[in-house]
Protein backbone atom coordinates (compact mmCIF):
# COMPACT_ATOMS: atom_id res chain seq x y z
CA UNK A 1 0.00 0.00 0.00
CA UNK A 2 1.09 3.49 -0.54
CA UNK A 3 1.84 5.76 2.46
CA UNK A 4 4.07 7.78 4.29
CA UNK A 5 6.26 5.83 6.72
CA UNK A 6 7.96 7.76 10.29
CA UNK A 7 10.17 6.37 12.25
CA UNK A 8 10.40 5.98 15.28
CA UNK A 9 7.17 6.41 16.80
CA UNK A 10 8.61 7.35 19.95
CA UNK A 11 12.05 8.62 21.10
CA UNK A 12 13.57 10.02 24.07
CA UNK A 13 16.40 11.86 23.75
CA UNK A 14 19.04 13.96 26.42
CA UNK A 15 19.50 17.20 26.11
CA UNK A 16 22.42 18.47 24.34
CA UNK A 17 21.44 15.36 21.86
CA UNK A 18 21.13 15.24 17.96
CA UNK A 19 18.44 13.04 16.70
CA UNK A 20 16.79 12.08 13.91
CA UNK A 21 13.54 11.43 12.54
CA UNK A 22 13.04 8.89 9.47
CA UNK A 23 10.38 9.58 6.57
CA UNK A 24 10.17 7.69 3.47
CA UNK A 25 7.17 7.58 1.11
CA UNK A 26 6.06 5.63 -1.52
CA UNK A 27 3.81 7.86 -3.35
CA UNK A 28 6.00 9.07 -5.93
CA UNK A 29 4.94 12.50 -4.47
CA UNK A 30 7.55 15.38 -5.44
CA UNK A 31 6.74 17.72 -2.25
CA UNK A 32 7.32 16.43 1.48
CA UNK A 33 6.80 18.69 4.68
CA UNK A 34 7.99 18.61 8.53
CA UNK A 35 5.28 19.63 10.82
CA UNK A 36 5.22 19.96 14.34
CA UNK A 37 2.40 19.91 16.69
CA UNK A 38 2.40 20.87 20.20
CA UNK A 39 -1.46 21.47 22.12
CA UNK A 40 -3.46 24.15 21.33
CA UNK A 41 -1.28 25.04 18.57
CA UNK A 42 -2.05 23.18 15.64
CA UNK A 43 0.78 22.65 13.00
CA UNK A 44 3.78 24.53 12.22
CA UNK A 45 5.74 23.94 9.27
CA UNK A 46 9.78 23.13 10.47
CA UNK A 47 10.82 22.49 6.49
CA UNK A 48 9.45 21.75 3.03
CA UNK A 49 10.89 20.58 -0.02
CA UNK A 50 9.63 20.40 -3.42
CA UNK A 51 12.50 18.25 -5.48
CA UNK A 52 15.69 16.68 -4.61
CA UNK A 53 18.21 18.14 -3.04
CA UNK A 54 16.40 21.68 -2.65
CA UNK A 55 14.81 22.54 0.79
CA UNK A 56 13.19 25.85 2.18
CA UNK A 57 12.85 26.81 5.82
CA UNK A 58 9.71 27.01 7.22
CA UNK A 59 7.95 29.06 10.06
CA UNK A 60 9.98 27.03 12.92
CA UNK A 61 13.20 26.30 11.34
CA UNK A 62 15.55 27.37 14.12
CA UNK A 63 16.94 24.23 15.87
CA UNK A 64 16.06 21.88 13.26
CA UNK A 65 17.96 20.43 9.62
CA UNK A 66 16.65 18.70 6.70
CA UNK A 67 18.27 16.49 3.54
CA UNK A 68 16.54 15.68 0.87
CA UNK A 69 18.89 13.08 -1.17
CA UNK A 70 15.94 11.38 -2.48
CA UNK A 71 12.40 11.58 -3.72
CA UNK A 72 10.93 9.28 -0.93
CA UNK A 73 13.25 10.29 2.15
CA UNK A 74 13.02 13.30 4.16
CA UNK A 75 14.77 13.46 7.48
CA UNK A 76 14.69 15.47 9.70
CA UNK A 77 17.26 16.29 12.58
CA UNK A 78 16.45 17.75 15.50
CA UNK A 79 19.42 19.43 17.02
CA UNK A 80 20.92 20.41 20.43
CA UNK A 81 20.14 24.02 19.48
CA UNK A 82 16.10 23.44 19.26
CA UNK A 83 15.41 24.75 23.31
CA UNK A 84 11.68 23.06 23.11
CA UNK A 85 12.39 20.02 21.35
CA UNK A 86 9.80 17.69 23.09
CA UNK A 87 6.45 17.26 20.18
CA UNK A 88 5.21 15.10 17.93
CA UNK A 89 6.74 15.80 14.57
CA UNK A 90 4.47 15.03 11.23
CA UNK A 91 5.89 13.84 7.87
CA UNK A 92 3.47 14.62 4.71
CA UNK A 93 4.02 14.65 1.50
CA UNK A 94 1.85 16.12 -1.46
CA UNK A 95 1.77 15.89 -5.74
CA UNK A 96 0.88 20.05 -6.78
CA UNK A 97 -2.73 21.06 -5.39
CA UNK A 98 -3.33 17.08 -4.40
CA UNK A 99 -4.04 16.09 -0.93
CA UNK A 100 -1.41 16.75 1.23
CA UNK A 101 -0.99 12.91 2.97
CA UNK A 102 0.72 12.47 6.20
CA UNK A 103 2.67 9.60 8.53
CA UNK A 104 1.41 8.87 11.51
CA UNK A 105 4.03 11.18 13.26
CA UNK A 106 7.05 10.52 15.54
CA UNK A 107 6.84 11.61 19.21
CA UNK A 108 10.04 12.91 20.54
CA UNK A 109 10.73 13.96 24.26
CA UNK A 110 13.84 15.29 25.88
CA UNK A 111 14.60 13.74 29.51
CA UNK B 1 1.74 35.48 12.66
CA UNK B 2 -1.41 33.06 12.53
CA UNK B 3 -2.71 33.12 8.76
CA UNK B 4 -5.68 31.09 9.69
CA UNK B 5 -7.93 31.74 13.05
CA UNK B 6 -9.98 29.00 13.62
CA UNK B 7 -12.34 28.54 16.43
CA UNK B 8 -13.92 27.22 18.98
CA UNK B 9 -10.42 25.43 20.37
CA UNK B 10 -13.34 23.37 21.88
CA UNK B 11 -16.45 21.68 21.51
CA UNK B 12 -19.35 19.46 23.48
CA UNK B 13 -22.83 18.07 21.65
CA UNK B 14 -24.72 15.20 22.07
CA UNK B 15 -25.09 12.71 19.45
CA UNK B 16 -27.04 13.87 16.43
CA UNK B 17 -26.11 17.34 17.28
CA UNK B 18 -24.30 19.43 14.55
CA UNK B 19 -21.13 20.84 15.43
CA UNK B 20 -20.41 23.65 13.63
CA UNK B 21 -16.23 24.87 13.35
CA UNK B 22 -15.14 28.17 11.98
CA UNK B 23 -12.14 29.33 10.38
CA UNK B 24 -11.15 33.03 9.05
CA UNK B 25 -8.03 33.85 6.99
CA UNK B 26 -6.28 37.10 6.07
CA UNK B 27 -4.97 36.36 2.64
CA UNK B 28 -6.88 36.48 -0.63
CA UNK B 29 -4.33 35.04 -2.69
CA UNK B 30 -5.37 31.11 -0.50
CA UNK B 31 -6.69 29.33 -2.89
CA UNK B 32 -7.55 25.67 -1.13
CA UNK B 33 -9.15 25.69 1.92
CA UNK B 34 -9.17 21.44 3.63
CA UNK B 35 -10.05 20.22 6.78
CA UNK B 36 -8.52 17.43 8.34
CA UNK B 37 -9.83 15.27 10.59
CA UNK B 38 -7.14 13.83 13.76
CA UNK B 39 -7.30 10.99 16.32
CA UNK B 40 -5.01 10.65 18.92
CA UNK B 41 -2.00 9.12 18.44
CA UNK B 42 -2.29 9.42 14.41
CA UNK B 43 -1.34 11.63 11.28
CA UNK B 44 -3.93 13.82 10.44
CA UNK B 45 -6.22 12.79 7.43
CA UNK B 46 -7.97 14.77 4.78
CA UNK B 47 -11.79 14.89 5.51
CA UNK B 48 -13.12 17.46 2.68
CA UNK B 49 -11.74 20.36 0.81
CA UNK B 50 -13.19 23.33 -1.07
CA UNK B 51 -12.21 25.75 -3.51
CA UNK B 52 -12.86 29.16 -3.61
CA UNK B 53 -14.97 29.13 -6.90
CA UNK B 54 -17.96 27.26 -4.53
CA UNK B 55 -19.83 28.57 -1.64
CA UNK B 56 -20.99 25.03 -0.29
CA UNK B 57 -19.43 21.64 -0.80
CA UNK B 58 -21.18 18.25 1.13
CA UNK B 59 -19.60 14.84 1.66
CA UNK B 60 -21.48 12.54 3.79
CA UNK B 61 -22.59 13.88 6.54
CA UNK B 62 -19.52 16.65 6.21
CA UNK B 63 -20.49 20.56 4.67
CA UNK B 64 -18.10 23.03 4.11
CA UNK B 65 -19.71 26.56 3.80
CA UNK B 66 -17.36 28.83 2.04
CA UNK B 67 -17.78 32.95 2.46
CA UNK B 68 -15.19 34.92 0.36
CA UNK B 69 -16.12 38.23 0.89
CA UNK B 70 -15.80 37.83 4.29
CA UNK B 71 -12.81 35.22 4.08
CA UNK B 72 -14.21 32.51 6.34
CA UNK B 73 -15.48 29.09 5.73
CA UNK B 74 -16.71 26.91 8.75
CA UNK B 75 -17.31 22.80 8.72
CA UNK B 76 -20.90 21.57 9.69
CA UNK B 77 -21.30 17.70 10.71
CA UNK B 78 -24.30 16.31 10.16
CA UNK B 79 -26.00 13.81 12.61
CA UNK B 80 -22.77 13.48 14.71
CA UNK B 81 -21.88 10.29 16.09
CA UNK B 82 -19.49 9.28 18.97
CA UNK B 83 -17.18 8.11 16.67
CA UNK B 84 -16.68 11.56 14.94
CA UNK B 85 -14.75 12.78 18.87
CA UNK B 86 -11.24 14.28 17.29
CA UNK B 87 -9.52 17.22 17.09
CA UNK B 88 -10.49 18.72 13.67
CA UNK B 89 -8.27 21.48 11.82
CA UNK B 90 -8.93 23.75 8.97
CA UNK B 91 -6.02 24.97 6.60
CA UNK B 92 -5.20 27.58 3.83
CA UNK B 93 -2.87 27.23 0.95
CA UNK B 94 -1.41 29.67 -1.10
CA UNK B 95 -0.90 28.93 -5.13
CA UNK B 96 2.91 30.33 -5.06
CA UNK B 97 6.87 29.27 -4.95
CA UNK B 98 5.63 28.54 -0.83
CA UNK B 99 5.60 24.76 -1.90
CA UNK B 100 2.13 24.60 -1.74
CA UNK B 101 3.00 23.57 1.67
CA UNK B 102 -0.97 24.23 3.68
CA UNK B 103 -1.43 26.93 6.87
CA UNK B 104 -3.11 25.10 9.89
CA UNK B 105 -5.10 26.72 12.21
CA UNK B 106 -5.03 25.97 15.92
CA UNK B 107 -7.68 22.68 15.80
CA UNK B 108 -11.05 22.28 17.24
CA UNK B 109 -11.07 19.40 19.70
CA UNK B 110 -14.44 17.93 18.93
CA UNK B 111 -16.43 15.53 21.70
CA UNK B 112 -19.45 13.86 20.83
CA UNK B 113 -21.31 12.43 23.86
CA UNK B 114 -23.85 9.43 23.55
Known amino acids: ?111 | QQQVKQSPQSLIVQKGGIPIINCAYENTAFDYFPWYQQFPGKGPALLIAIRPDVSEKKEGRFTISFNKSAKQFSLHIMDSQPGDSATYFCAASLNSNSGYALNFGKGTSLLVTP
Open chain 1, 1 to 111: DGGITQSPKYLFRKEGQNVTLSCEQNLNHDAMYWYRQDPGQGLRLIYYSQIVNDFQKGDIAEGYSVSREKKESFPLTVTSAQKNPTAFYLCASRQGFGELFFGEGSRLTVL
